[in-house]
């Protein structure tokens, strides 16, 4: 046996995890297959002006009749765990009573074929699509919606509970709220501030009443969380307003989830930045705290980028670029007037400043804060302008200097006592990149659309190598 590694080599814990992530709707494709019906993305891809060239995900990556070759690739690639989210509503097509098992066996399948590759599968439960037959009758603003999901989360449990150990029931509820219902850059598209904060707490609720029908339906040994996309926000100067500026908007961002979640209460700063807007007594039940606060057994973070912010002296109303498409609204209910910056630093393809320390930040901060509670970063990467040479092959050095860098700042962060589990590059394959359809490539895997054939880009073969060796190069 020879060591692969000068002992310089920058290495990760023992038992490490290292994956990569999709979600449906981005990837999957068969959008009317096999019974599957609308979820809101299929209803906001498909009204003109709402997705960049009328992109949609009828066919996607076509994930859904690939996946064999797809779990191929990951195995060759070496990865341990494959992070992929169920769509609601072609399990569940209405939102509501029984399950097509033409549907659930695209996951049994699925998870199959992962668990034959030695790839752990990761589930979330929830990645943004829900059933158009829930939205219809009120969608996340509707507090009923909080129950069909625990429903949902029940049956998908009794389906795949003998084969997936490690659950998540929302990715980003976040964006599910502010995006989806504030700016509308998201499905379905609504601009209300009322109803923004109505389905961030019912999406709250449906969280935590999930995690109770999983932890009924499944082994004690499988595992829960939740997915965030925990704002790294920053005042632009060390002044007393862009203090405030940043408190808010931490408010409106972060702790409107972390603090229900993970400290069983609703910030007091936060009611009153939005008590104008919502009776928050009324929203709030008697008992939902409890339900919502109830343990998990891993926090997923998501990082892309950091969120530099201030208080403009003028009161103005500021206009940004939030990284999802233009919105005369902004998703920051009840924070409006406050101004948004781009960190001077290199931008993506996103125009998204690249900031590794933010991450670094983010996981000690959360390892203060929360010293007992086991993190795992469940996506992060980047979109570039990649492109086939004439050779067949993508060069994507940027990716990999970002992918590098994020790295050595989750490998600083465990150095500096921070519990993170593992590692999800987002994304595996080129995907929908919602309201920005395939104009953006966030893969470490190319896909040529029009062939559906799959290039690993340079990335995809240097990832594999700090897989294989738990280390970044020296
Ligand atoms: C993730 O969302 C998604 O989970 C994934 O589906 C998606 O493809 C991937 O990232 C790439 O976009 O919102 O104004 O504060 C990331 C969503 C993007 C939300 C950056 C926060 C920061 C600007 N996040 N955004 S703003």
Same mark, same amino acid.
């Given at each position: 046996?020879?060591?692969?590694?000068?002992?310089?080599?920058?290495?990760? *814990?023992?038992?490490?995890?290292?994956?990569?992530?999709?979600?449906?709707?981005?990837?999957?494709?068969?959008?009317?297959?096999?019974?599957?019906?609308?979820? @809101?993305?299929?209803?906001?891809?498909?009204?003109?002006?709402?997705?960049?060239?009328?992109?949609?995900?009828?066919?996607?990556? +076509?994930?859904?009749?690939?996946?064999?070759?797809?779990?191929?690739?990951?195995?060759?690639?070496?990865?341990?765990?494959?992070?992929?989210?169920?769509?609601?509503?072609?399990?569940?097509?209405?939102?509501?009573?029984?399950?097509?098992?033409?549907?659930?066996?695209?996951?049994?399948?699925?998870?199959?074929? &992962?668990?034959?590759?030695?790839?752990?599968?990761?589930?979330?439960?929830?990645?943004?699509?829900?059933?158009?037959? &829930?939205?219809? %009758?009120?969608?996340?603003?509707?507090?009923?919606?909080?129950?069909?999901?625990?429903?949902?989360?029940?049956?998908?449990?009794?389906?795949?509970?003998?084969? %997936?150990?490690?659950?998540?029931? =929302?990715?980003?509820?976040?964006?599910?709220?502010?995006?989806?219902?504030?700016?509308?850059?998201?499905?379905?598209?609504?601009?209300?501030?009322?109803?923004?904060?109505?389905?961030?707490?019912?999406?709250?609720?449906?969280?935590?009443?999930?995690?109770?029908?999983?932890?009924?339906?499944? *082994?004690?040994?499988?595992?829960?969380?939740?997915?965030?996309?925990?704002?790294?926000?920053?005042?632009?100067?060390?002044? !007393?307003?862009?203090?405030?500026?940043?408190?808010?908007? +931490?408010?409106?961002?972060?702790? @409107?989830?972390?603090?229900?979640?993970?400290?069983?209460?609703?910030?007091?700063?936060?009611?009153? +930045?939005?008590?104008?807007?919502?009776?928050?007594?009324? =929203?709030?039940?008697?008992?939902?705290?409890?339900?919502?606060?109830?343990? @998990?057994?891993?926090?997923?973070?998501?990082?892309?980028?950091?969120?530099?912010?201030?208080?403009?002296?003028?009161?103005?109303?500021?206009?940004?670029?939030?990284?999802?498409?233009?919105?005369?609204?902004?998703?920051?209910?009840?924070?409006?007037?406050?101004?948004?910056?781009?960190?001077?630093?290199?931008?993506?393809?996103?125009?998204?400043?690249?900031?590794?320390?933010?991450?670094?930040?983010?996981?000690?901060?959360?390892?203060?804060?929360? *010293?007992?509670?086991?993190?795992?970063?469940?996506?992060?990467?980047?979109?570039?302008?990649?492109?086939?040479?004439?050779?067949?092959?993508?060069?994507?050095?940027?990716?990999?200097?970002?992918?590098?860098?994020?790295?050595?700042?989750?490998?600083?962060?465990?150095?500096?006592?921070?519990?993170?589990?593992?590692?999800?590059?987002?994304?595996?394959? +080129?995907?929908?990149?919602?309201?920005?359809?395939?104009?953006?490539?966030?893969?470490?895997?190319?896909?040529?659309? !029009?062939?559906?054939?799959? @290039? *690993?880009?340079?990335?995809?073969?240097?990832?594999?190598?700090?897989?294989?060796?738990?280390? =970044?190069?020296?």
């Amino acid at each position: 046996e020879t060591t692969a590694q000068p002992a310089s080599a920058p290495s990760f *814990p023992a038992g490490f995890v290292w994956g990569a992530a999709t979600a449906a709707y981005q990837v999957e494709g068969a959008a009317a297959e096999d019974g599957r019906t609308p979820s @809101i993305w299929d209803t906001f891809s498909h009204t003109p002006g709402k997705v960049r060239n009328g992109d949609t995900g009828d066919i996607a990556a +076509d994930h859904y009749h690939r996946y064999r070759d797809d779990v191929a690739l990951m195995k060759d690639l070496g990865l341990q765990a494959y992070r992929f989210s169920v769509s609601w509503s072609r399990v569940q097509p209405t939102g509501r009573g029984p399950a097509v098992e033409r549907g659930l066996d695209f996951y049994r399948h699925l998870t199959d074929a &992962l668990l034959e590759a030695g790839i752990t599968p990761v589930a979330t439960l929830y990645h943004w699509d829900l059933p158009q037959e &829930l939205e219809d %009758v009120g969608g996340w603003p509707h507090r009923d919606t909080a129950h069909r999901f625990a429903d949902y989360a029940d049956l998908v449990a009794r389906a795949l509970g003998d084969r %997936v150990g490690m659950w998540t029931t =929302l990715n980003e509820p976040w964006c599910s709220a502010f995006l989806g219902y504030g700016s509308g850059v998201h499905a379905p598209g609504r601009t209300d501030p009322a109803a923004t904060l109505r389905a961030a707490h019912h999406l709250n609720l449906a969280h935590g009443q999930a995690v109770g029908a999983l932890r009924a339906a499944l *082994p004690s040994t499988a595992q829960t969380s939740v997915t965030l996309n925990l704002h790294q926000v920053r005042p632009l100067t060390d002044g !007393p307003e862009d203090a405030e500026a940043a408190r808010r908007i +931490d408010a409106v961002g972060n702790r @409107i989830f972390t603090g229900p979640l993970l400290d069983g209460a609703y910030p007091e700063d936060l009611l009153a +930045d939005t008590a104008h807007l919502v009776d928050w007594d009324a =929203l709030v039940r008697d008992g939902d705290l409890a339900e919502i606060s109830r343990p @998990i057994d891993v926090l997923g973070v998501n990082y892309y980028s950091p969120t530099v912010v201030s208080l403009p002296a003028d009161g103005a109303a500021s206009t940004r670029n939030d990284g999802h498409g233009a919105s005369d609204h902004s998703p920051w209910t009840g924070s409006e007037h406050i101004a948004f910056h781009l960190a001077n630093t290199e931008l993506t393809a996103m125009n998204w400043a690249i900031d590794a320390d933010g991450l670094h930040t983010l996981l000690t901060g959360l390892a203060a804060s929360h *010293p007992r509670l086991p993190l795992m970063v469940t996506e992060n990467g980047a979109a570039f302008d990649d492109y086939v040479s004439p050779e067949g092959r993508v060069a994507d050095p940027q990716r990999i200097a970002y992918l590098h860098a994020h790295l050595d700042a989750v490998r600083r962060a465990i150095a500096d006592g921070a519990d993170v589990r593992g590692y999800f590059l987002w994304s595996l394959l +080129d995907n929908f990149e919602w309201s920005y359809g395939y104009s953006k490539r966030f893969g470490a895997v190319y896909v040529d659309y !029009p062939t559906q054939r799959r @290039i *690993p880009k340079a990335s995809a073969h240097w990832y594999a190598e700090v897989v294989r060796s738990n280390a =970044l190069p020296a």
